[in-house]
């Protein structure tokens, strides 16, 4: 099977700008989760799909936006791009039901200028 | 609400030690567990998980960790280490709500010859 893919992985940004991230999760996973980690928050929950709903929500601005699509791939956006946006955005997804473990993605290294 | 707390930010050991990792959980029921292990620009990749029975678990490339409800912890070992296993391990528990995952904020783990 193969795994989670997220594209791009590298993406050089300069602030006011929005940007575009995309996760395909594992064939068969409806849930797809994203965070956001940067070395002096590590890891920090953006929100979770499953089945087109978001179901779950962190504790980011509104500008941190995300959908899902009917084939569980998932975009996350981020709207006027801040210095502190810097960070690695990781996606993981999973089988859905609580308690099952998340497969992670290699994460977009995403840098603002 | 849910948190993880691992105590230690960063641990060195010689290559062929033991190794133990901290990991304290505050979650109101019985928690799933996880340790994930994170190797420079890399995604995380698990190790191991506990839902439920035996409280020692096993995992892959030789960890191990053991559930102890009365402490609140979920400690990683491995018997000995090496130098292949320097990465940031991460302890991660997940609501019962839903499938939102609570990382603590990892251990750097340094291998010296």
């Known amino acids: 099977k193969a795994g989670v893919t997220q594209t791009p992985r590298y993406l050089i940004k300069t602030r006011g700008q929005q940007v575009t991230l995309s996760c395909s999760p594992i064939?068969?996973?409806?849930?797809v989760s994203w965070y956001q980690q940067t070395p002096g928050q590590g890891l920090q929950f953006l929100f979770e799909?499953?089945?087109?709903?978001?179901?779950n929500k962190g504790n980011f601005p509104g500008r941190f936006s995300g959908r899902q699509f009917s084939n569980s791939r998932s975009e996350m956006n981020v709207s006027t791009l801040e210095l502190g946006d810097s960070a690695l955005y990781l996606c993981?997804?999973?089988?859905?039901?609580?308690?099952?473990?998340?497969?992670f993605g290699p994460g977009t290294r995403l840098t603002v200028l | 609400a849910q948190s993880v707390t691992q105590p230690d930010i960063h641990i060195t050991v010689s290559e062929g030690a033991s190794l133990e990792l901290r990991c304290n959980y505050s979650y109101g029921a019985t928690p799933y567990l996880f340790w994930y292990v994170q190797s420079p620009g890399q995604g995380l990749q698990l190790l191991l998980k506990?839902?439920?029975?035996?409280?020692l678990v096993q995992g892959i490339k030789g960890f191990e960790a053991e559930f102890k409800r009365s402490q609140s912890s979920f400690n990683l070992r491995k018997p000995s280490v090496h130098w292949s296993d320097a990465a940031e391990y991460f302890c991660a528990v997940v609501s019962n709500t839903g499938n939102q995952f609570y990382f603590g904020t990892g251990t750097s783990l340094t291998v010296i010859p």
């Open positions: 993981a997804s999973s089988a859905g039901t609580s308690g099952y473990e998340q497969f």
């Open positions: 506990y839902f439920s029975g035996d409280t």
């Open positions: 799909y499953f089945s087109e709903t978001q179901r």
């Open positions: 064939s068969g996973h409806r849930s």
